[in-house]
């Protein structure tokens, strides 16, 4: 399966990843300080900086844009629990 | 001041200013609230009603048994033809219980909510799908022609969706759960009433207290206002002295502890041990975290202090590790009892870790990270574990845990490459 590199900045980990991972489910694991609430795009807890590599994962739904919209996101600002990584390098840290 | 007021008595509505009335329940055998709440006192589920030239604003509701009170105090002032506006400061259903029966009463009135609660209120009234509301946020107004409503949004004090509503022309907060307390008096205004300090303190405690950082970025709204009186929706009206209550919540949301660390990072490791084991193990991890420079290391004893005062100092530490044995495939008690107190502070983002050792299958140390990270502890050191006596080279080991913990509190720690698979 494809690979992909996910790095945490605030912990200074770089994790490899199959794409198609989604960032909190490995945050979660590696123990990041990107915190979440729902993991189901409700909540607005995990919204997360997107450092580099903002065009290597997956679009935001229309309802992620009305959960950012609501939390006063900014331009590189996505919540965790439904940005997947599709390739390439992300480079991430809590918002 | 008035000289007898009684809420008791009959169930009319009692004046709060010239323009404002109280049309709230009691609930004086309340003792227990939202299951983890004790009150001696019982509750109030407070309501108002706000007079403007151009038609009346209710300001939240009550619970669904006490909705009658509700309806005919307010029935005593004002029709319901004349309701233009509902406010619904929180949508917890202690003050949105009696909102379907008004809405059927008033259908013309405007529903008024956080831009955080549409979703929260259709699920509360599941049955009105028709429902109209208008989703506001801070420095929303509206008007009733001589008297104005302006919001301001108050996130997670104590839900998402909490507001205030402030009332400009007679300086009046309406302030939701905010400066809330349960304790019903029927004399309702805390100049009349009886002692409710504690009850105050008690509600900020397990109400807004792990929410710290938004009570100081609320307070920065709150405190500019002027204040003749705090309408809250819970407990007595506050009429006398408000921003005594307002500079309270500054006091109760600052640290409880002395700053003497400087810009220190402060890691705190809590240990429990049967035959010393562990307890080894938390003097070498202590020694490893004590050789970075810039952190300040603590180490208890569990089994030396009671959960409250530790609590306490989790709250202002930037990180903790918790050392346990592995008895009956579990971790201790004293441990989960502190844990299970966290719930009153705010946690989210601290360093977590686990350590301990074990006789037969070691599963402490695995739940203890399970637990830190549903406490939305940030856990990236992975636990570290020792069956039964640790060897020199395995408290050396302990020793390396300690330092990569300071070095991550510390913002140390080289960068790492791992594969998710090795995670899984």
């Known amino acids: 399966m494809a690979k992909a590199e996910l790095t945490f900045k605030d912990i200074n980990k770089t994790v490899t990843v199959s794409t198609g991972e989604r960032v909190i489910d490995v945050s979660e694991k590696e123990g990041?300080?990107?915190?979440?609430?729902?993991?189901?795009?409700?909540?607005?807890t995990c919204i997360m900086?997107?450092?580099?590599?903002?065009?290597?994962?997956?679009?935001?739904?229309?309802v992620e844009d009305k959960i950012l919209r609501e939390n006063a996101a900014g331009r590189?600002?996505?919540?965790?629990?439904?940005?997947?990584?599709?390739?390439?390098k992300v480079v991430v840290k809590p918002a | 001041?008035?000289?007898?007021?009684?809420?008791?008595?009959?169930?009319?509505?009692?004046?709060?200013?010239?323009?404002?009335?109280?049309?709230?329940?009691?609930?004086?055998?309340?003792?227990?609230?939202d299951l983890i709440l004790q009150t001696a006192n019982g509750t109030t589920y407070n309501a108002?009603?706000?007079?403007?030239?151009?038609?009346?604003?209710?300001?939240?509701?009550?619970?669904?048994?006490?909705?009658?009170?509700?309806?005919?105090?307010?029935?005593?002032?004002?029709?319901?033809?004349?309701?233009?506006?509902?406010?619904?400061?929180?949508l917890e259903p202690d003050h949105t219980g009696a909102l379907p029966t008004l809405l059927q009463r008033a259908p013309q009135a405007q529903v008024y909510i956080s831009y955080k609660a549409p979703k929260m209120l259709k699920a509360l009234l599941k049955d009105e799908q028709t429902l109209q509301f208008n989703p506001v946020n801070t420095g929303d107004e509206i008007s009733l022609g001589d008297r104005t409503l302006r919001f301001i949004h108050t996130p997670y004090l104590h839900w998402p969706d909490t507001q205030c509503a402030y009332l400009p022309e007679d300086y009046i907060l309406f302030s939701g759960d905010v400066f809330g307390c349960h304790f019903c008096d029927t004399r309702l205004f805390n100049d009349l009433c009886g002692d409710f300090r504690f009850s105050f303190e008690y509600y900020y405690a397990h109400i807004m207290r792990p929410f710290r950082?938004?009570?100081?970025?609320?307070?920065?709204?709150?405190?500019?206002?002027?204040?003749?009186?705090?309408?809250?929706?819970?407990?007595?009206?506050?009429?006398d002295r408000p921003n005594s209550y307002v500079q309270r919540f500054?006091?109760?949301?600052?640290?409880?502890?002395?700053?003497?660390?400087?810009?220190?990072?402060?890691?705190?490791?809590?240990?429990?041990?049967?035959?010393?084991?562990?307890?080894?193990?938390?003097?070498?991890?202590?020694?490893?975290?004590?050789?970075?420079?810039?952190?300040r290391v603590s180490l208890y004893d569990l089994a030396g202090g009671e959960v409250e005062p530790f609590v306490n100092l989790v709250e202002e530490a930037d990180g903790i590790a918790l050392g346990s044995p592995t008895i009956n495939g579990d971790a201790t008690k004293p441990i989960w009892d502190l844990l299970s107190s966290m719930v009153m502070i705010e946690t989210q983002g601290k360093l977590?870790?686990?350590?301990?050792?074990?006789?037969?299958?070691?599963?402490?140390?695995?739940?203890?990270?399970?637990?830190?990270?549903?406490?939305?502890?940030?856990?990236?050191?992975?636990?570290?574990?020792v069956k039964l006596i640790p060897t020199e080279e395995e408290l050396q080991q302990c020793h390396d845990f300690g330092v990569q913990l300071g070095k991550v509190l510390t913002g140390k720690t080289t960068h790492k490459v791992i594969d998710f698979e090795d995670l899984v």
């Open chain 1, 32 to 44: 990041s300080g990107i915190v979440y609430g729902c993991k189901e795009g409700d909540c607005g």
């Open chain 1, 49 to 62: 900086d997107v450092l580099e590599g903002w065009e290597n994962l997956s679009q935001p739904s229309v």
């Open chain 1, 76 to 88: 590189h600002q996505r919540l965790a629990c439904q940005a997947q990584v599709l390739g390439g």
């Open chain 2, 1 to 33: 001041m008035d000289a007898v007021i009684n809420a008791a008595t009959n169930r009319e509505a009692i004046q709060v200013a010239e323009r404002v009335h109280w049309v709230g329940a009691l609930d004086p055998q309340l003792r227990t609230f």
């Open chain 2, 48 to 90: 108002y009603l706000l007079r403007g030239s151009e038609g009346v604003a209710v300001i939240d509701t009550v619970k669904e048994e006490f909705a009658d009170e509700f309806f005919t105090r307010l029935e005593s002032v004002a029709d319901y033809s004349e309701i233009k506006v509902i406010v619904l400061n929180h």
């Open chain 2, 213 to 239: 950082k938004y009570v100081l970025e609320a307070l920065q709204h709150i405190e500019p206002l002027e204040l003749e009186i705090i309408a809250p929706s819970h407990g007595p009206i506050l009429r």
């Open chain 2, 250 to 295: 500054r006091e109760l949301a600052t640290s409880k502890l002395p700053i003497e660390q400087g810009s220190d990072k402060t890691l705190l490791i809590f240990y429990l041990s049967s035959y010393g084991n562990t307890a080894k193990m938390a003097q070498a991890v202590c020694s490893g975290a004590e050789t970075v420079a810039n952190v």
């Open chain 2, 352 to 385: 977590g870790a686990a350590f301990g050792s074990y006789g037969w299958s070691g599963e402490a140390v695995d739940m203890l990270e399970s637990r830190l990270r549903g406490l939305k502890f940030k856990v990236p050191v992975p636990g570290f574990r």
